[in-house]
């Protein structure tokens, strides 16, 4: 069972009766370097996790089968976990010995380095404990100081409002104005501190075929990105993490990476968007336009669109456009 003094930690506010707490975790270790797409300012740069079907099903398929062979073992009991309760899988793994939370607050592993998947099973067997992992940093800053947004105000502290990772998958509002440009072209999540990470050269690529990423997510167009209604965004994304975003915020996440990309050509594209039903939508848009298009053009296209804009939101992002 994890030893820790949160008590958000301790297994027991879920469940009484557990006794043993059982961590597994799996690897999806990339078979190229993620950082080497970030060059590419016209695609988008999906995190490698993101890039095949969604881990949640996959592994509480797994954690099942697990559990239903102990329950018909020992009739015990037992809960699984993927994502689905505030249980602290990354000190739970630390405790039972997969790896050690690094200076990026993530799981860092010996042997599979940055790249695991992590679940947890509760149970009321006696199960013998394995020694918790050592902290194996040591004065590497790697992680933190390649930040693109300085998420990490210390070693070991992360700043959610600043992580590309949480703005671009959790943050339902539009991206702070001032993060947009680091975020380059990285569209859902961001892998720099883990790729970062000297522990990945022990690392290998995953072996499971469905966290394999598909063709079309490894570096996928933005001008192919940017035309996507709600049904083709389901369509595209289906059994995929990235579905689960939805299209609106998927598509300001792109209007960002096209703002960042230099590409006017991209610029037809986004102005189409300048009508979008959603208004997170139209406010990325005007923005991208705003880094895409000459003063002048930027200037005619704030004549014919703002004065029929309601949002205010949306209204702001002209205004900052504009000046």
């Not at 999540?189 to 469905?210: S, T, Y």
């Not at 336009?289 to 005619?300: H, Q």
Request: overall charge positive.
């Amino acid at each position: 069972m994890a030893r820790t003094r949160e008590r958000r930690a301790d297994p027991r506010v879920l469940w009484p009766d557990v006794k043993r707490v059982v961590v597994l975790g799996l690897n999806y270790g990339p078979d190229e370097n993620p950082l080497a797409l970030l060059e590419a300012r016209t695609r988008g740069a999906i995190s490698v996790y993101a890039r095949g079907d969604d881990y949640h099903d996959l592994i509480k398929g797994k954690l099942k089968r697990i559990a239903q062979w102990l329950v018909a073992k020992t009739a015990s009991e037992l809960k699984v976990f993927v994502d689905t309760a505030p249980v602290m899988e990354k000190p739970l793994a630390e405790t039972a010995g997969l790896g050690w939370q690094g200076k990026h607050t993530n799981l860092v592993s010996r042997a599979h380095g940055s790249w695991l998947f992590l679940g947890v099973l509760f149970t009321n067997l006696e199960l013998p404990e394995d020694a918790p992992e050592t902290d194996h940093c040591g004065s590497c800053r790697a992680c933190v100081d390649t930040c693109p947004t300085q998420a990490f105000p210390a070693p070991y502290r992360l700043d959610a409002r600043r992580c590309i990772s949480y703005l671009t998958i959790e943050h339902k509002g539009p991206i702070p104005r001032e993060l947009r440009a680091a975020m380059g072209n990285r569209i859902y999540g961001c892998d720099d501190c883990l790729a970062v990470c000297p522990w990945n050269k022990f690392a290998q690529a995953g072996r499971e075929a469905k966290l394999a990423a598909r063709a079309e997510n490894r570096a996928p167009e933005l001008r192919e990105l940017l035309p996507l209604d709600d049904a083709g965004f389901r369509a595209r994304f289906a059994k995929s993490p990235i579905k689960r975003t939805g299209r609106d915020r998927f598509l300001r996440n792109v209007l960002i990476a096209a703002g960042n990309s230099g590409e006017r050509s991209l610029a037809g594209e986004v102005e189409r968007l300048l009508d979008d039903p959603s208004p997170l939508v139209r406010g990325a848009a005007v923005w991208a336009l705003s880094r895409l298009l000459d003063r002048a053009d930027f200037s005619s296209l704030v004549s014919t669109h703002r004065q029929r804009e309601a949002d205010p939101g949306v209204t702001e992002e002209w205004e900052a456009g504009s000046t």
